[in-house]
């Protein structure tokens, strides 16, 4: 005798429901846990290292320590606030690489550990592809609420951070190439040390954008670099940078505080100039109508602006991610665990962390 399909599907749907997975990333300078259900990130808590912003970047050794002080609390509050309980989860992931090595040992022990404990499925993610995939981040358990708009597949990606500028082709959730990658620093780099060079504090490509804002884009001349195909290089424009401020700095000691506004409109251009132009190469080469962009430089309010033009004048659909998806965050992380789970795409507790993992 046949099952009963209404049964059948309640069973399915029952099975799905019960996914839950809780997801931590430690990548660099955050420690971030999430809890995603049925495809619906709950929580996400994110702990900042604010102790970086005396040394003017980063400190590996200081953002190791920091990690192991922040990642039990941050994924208690992760799961009181999802109201989910350890004995809940269906599976744990986190952040493989790339990152700091320090940083991914503590994500990846913590998550080792835990999904021992339980004896639950253990899910590596790859953090550049989580930032593609941070898209598909639904954060509304209200079903009555329409959800938001995802890119289709294919569709490009221009992934811009800290550290790393890359051009990806996405083919599928698990499915991306780099068709296209900085040669040498990333653009987020860029950013931030032509704004140490401006004596702005750090982290300090938000405070460029901020000051832009009220400047003049095209008050200075920058060069741009024009690699191969393509690639990208940005450390071309940090030299032009720095002789450019040293010149004009001793014909006028003022002239920074001067001209402070002007001076980060110009740079902010130029850089966003420089992604778009490869963007938009990659789209006439593909003919992808579709895309998006992603990792914390995405967050700039001139790249948002500017692509959108660019979109009109193309003729794209473009995607651009929420504001708390853009910088390194767990939900990330949990999306790409989503996917990775549907595929029964596991690893075991041999596991190590990769810092220079490719996507």
Not at 200 to 220: M, S, T, V, W
Request: glycine share 8%; with cysteine.
């Amino acid at each position: 005798m046949p099952a009963n399909p209404e049964h059948q599907t309640l069973t399915i749907s029952r099975i799905f429901v019960l996914m839950t997975l809780l997801a931590i990333e430690s990548s660099c300078d955050e420690t971030s846990a999430s809890v995603l259900t049925d495809g619906q990130v709950l929580s996400n808590i994110i702990a900042t290292q604010l102790i970086h912003q005396q040394y003017g970047g980063v400190v590996p050794e200081l953002a190791s320590r920091a990690h192991q002080q922040h990642i039990v609390r941050v994924v208690e509050e992760a799961l009181t606030v999802a109201n989910v309980t350890k004995s809940e989860l269906s599976a744990v992931a986190f952040t493989r690489g790339p990152g700091l090595l320090g940083a991914l040992l503590v994500g990846a022990s913590f998550a080792k550990a835990l999904a021992l404990g339980l004896n639950i499925p253990l899910i590596e993610v790859n953090h550049m592809q989580a930032h593609v995939l941070a898209h598909f981040i639904q954060d509304n358990p209200n079903q009555a609420v329409p959800q938001k708009a995802v890119p289709p597949f294919p569709f490009l990606c221009l992934t811009v951070s800290g550290g790393h500028t890359q051009l990806v082709r996405v083919d599928g959730p698990l499915a991306m190439h780099v068709i296209g990658q900085t040669q040498d620093d990333a653009v987020g780099e860029a950013f931030d040390k032509s704004a140490k060079l401006l004596g702005l504090p750090y982290p300090g490509g938000p405070l460029i954008d901020k000051h832009a804002r009220q400047g003049n884009p095209l008050a200075f001349r920058f060069p741009m670099t024009d690699m191969p195909g393509l690639d990208f290089s940005f450390s071309g424009i940090k030299t032009a940078i720095m002789y450019f401020l040293r010149d004009h700095t001793r014909q006028n000691p003022t002239f920074v505080a001067d001209h402070l506004d002007d001076i980060c409109a110009s740079i902010q251009h130029t850089l966003i100039q420089m992604l778009l132009t490869k963007l938009e190469r990659a789209a006439q080469e593909t003919g992808i109508r579709h895309v998006a962009i992603a990792g914390g430089v995405s967050a700039n309010s001139g790249l948002r602006q500017r692509l959108t033009e660019l979109a009109d004048q193309q003729g794209w659909t473009v995607y651009i991610p929420d504001f708390a998806y853009c910088t390194d965050n767990a939900a990330m992380i949990a999306m790409a665990g989503y996917f990775k789970y549907q595929h029964h795409d596991f690893v075991g507790q041999d596991v190590s962390p990769l810092p220079r993992m490719e996507l």
